[in-house]
């Protein structure tokens, strides 16, 4: 049975276009983003997450300091209402030790709420990858 997925369009405001760029870089390589680009000192990112995951991206827009923005808007629509494109889950084949954003999920505090990122070893599964 296919997971039902959300789409969240996070734009977040930096302290200057290089804080942006260095968030979009950040981020580039998470298995759940669709698209990010830093337009001088806004980031805009967008991710397709398992509607379970809502939280998170709830969480970056009521603390975007921990994405290292000053404050972040956050839309959600859910995938039905995409017209394109479908997305695909982009993990590698071997599983890391060190999230693409550079988390450490075993040392995150929210690992008793997140199952951590799908594309490391820490992963632990569920409803939370497609």
């Known amino acids: 049975m296919k997971k039902k997925i959300i789409c969240g369009l996070v734009i977040g ?19 759940y983003v669709a698209f990010v680009g830093a337009f001088e000192g ?16 709830e969480w970056v827009r009521d603390e975007p300091e921990i994405a290292g ?3 972040v808007t956050l839309q959600v629509t859910d995938e039905a209402k995409i017209t ?8 590698s084949q071997e599983k890391l ?15 008793n709420r997140c199952p951590g990122c799908p594309a490391t070893i820490y992963y632990k599964g569920g409803d939370y990858a497609v």
């Open 13 to 31: 405001e930096a302290a200057s276009a290089e804080k942006a760029e260095q968030s979009a870089q950040d981020v580039k390589d998470c298995p």
């Open 42 to 57: 806004q980031l805009v990112t967008v991710y397709f997450v398992p509607e379970r995951h809502l939280w998170w991206l």
């Open 69 to 71: 923005l000053r404050n």
């Open 84 to 91: 394109y494109p479908e997305f695909e889950l982009r993990l």
């Open 97 to 111: 030790e060190v999230a693409p954003c550079g988390a450490i999920c075993k040392d995150c505090s929210l690992l």
